[in-house]
């Protein structure tokens, strides 16, 4: 039974994220609350699930020409420096901590996201 929750989850996460709309947004909290994972092991899923996600996303959009060169080091070693940081963060936190703040980046995202729809329609 496992399986097809996991089955489900992922191809759900996939979806959205293939809209563009993150599929850890999902993925997250449909394994914690679903399928009973540790807050710790469901972010590092989302973690490995995006890697290959991101590599063909580049792919993609360099074969599109759509990349400039200029400043893809100034844009690159810092994402990868606070990435690294805030990995090594979330190691040390409890998990429950880890929820509560990933919970509060989700309400963030969801307010984000309807006061730009508001905004964009009043245009």
């Not at 992922?10 to 947004?25: A, E, P």
């Not at 409890?94 to 245009?123: D, E, H, Q, W, Y």
């Amino acid at each position: 039974m496992s399986f097809y929750i996991y089955l489900v989850i992922g191809f759900l996460s996939g979806m959205l994220g293939g809209m563009g709309m993150g599929g850890g947004t999902l993925l997250i909290p449909a394994l914690t609350v679903f399928a009973g994972v540790g807050q710790h092991v469901a972010q590092a899923t989302n973690i490995i699930a995006f890697l290959p996600t991101a590599a063909l996303s580049l792919k993609v959009h360099k074969g599109k020409g759509l990349i400039e060169r200029e400043g893809v080091l100034s844009l690159t070693v810092p994402a990868v420096l606070t990435s690294v940081a805030g990995g090594l963060a979330a190691a040390l936190l409890p998990g429950a901590v880890l929820k509560k703040l990933f919970g509060i980046f989700l309400l963030i995202s969801a307010i984000s996201g309807a006061a730009t729809m508001v905004v964009s329609r009043g245009k």
